[in-house]
């Protein structure tokens, strides 16, 4: 509930700017939030059905591997998502190999690239909009460009104690 009152503006943090900051249009910013994964069910919620969304900030937070999988299942689909900032939350390695797993599932991705600290880069040739045969003489060779990073760097998974 939180999370759909900041989004639509409808609290009193949100009013006075406090919490969450649109950075740009389509990009959610709830770093320093105290987002857990109860609330970043409305936020996927919202992820899932906004096209417009762009980047997600939301480092420093609470979500752990449930929220992980929640938002795994938005990645596939969501095709204009460029960027999710989950730096300092409480993912465990488990955590990024299943939203790299979902980066894979993308139609949209060729390769799917995990470093050694968490941060995960997906990559796609870019569409050639001016020659649409891509077999054709002459076709110029594109590279692969980053389309999106999930940025999982810096987590502490919760201890036992903690569950």
């Known amino acids: 509930a939180a999370v759909k009152q900041h ?18 249009p389509g990009c959610v910013q ?10 970043l069910t409305a936020l996927v919620a919202v992820v899932r059905s906004d ?7 939301l480092r420093h937070n609470l979500i752990t591997d449930h929220g992980a999988r929640m938002l795994a299942s938005v990645i596939p689909e ?25 980066m894979k599932r993308s139609s949209r991705i060729e390769h799917v690239f995990v470093d050694t600290e968490g941060r995960i880069e997906a990559l ?7 020659n649409p045969n891509p077999t054709s003489p002459g076709r110029r060779i ?18 036992k104690q903690q569950q």
């Open 7 to 24: 989004l639509t503006g409808d609290d009193e943090a949100t009013k006075n700017n406090d919490t969450l900051r649109i950075c740009q």
């Open 30 to 39: 709830l770093t320093d939030t105290s987002i857990s994964d109860e609330e």
């Open 51 to 57: 096209t417009n969304i762009r980047e997600l900030h």
């Open 78 to 102: 969501q095709s204009t998502l460029s960027l999710v900032d989950l730096r300092g939350n409480h993912l465990s390695k488990q955590a990024v190999s299943i939203l790299a797993e979902a």
């Open 124 to 130: 796609a040739i870019p569409n050639d909009s001016n």
């Open 142 to 159: 594109s590279r692969p460009e980053a389309v999106c990073v999930i940025d999982c760097r810096d987590n502490f998974p919760p201890t």
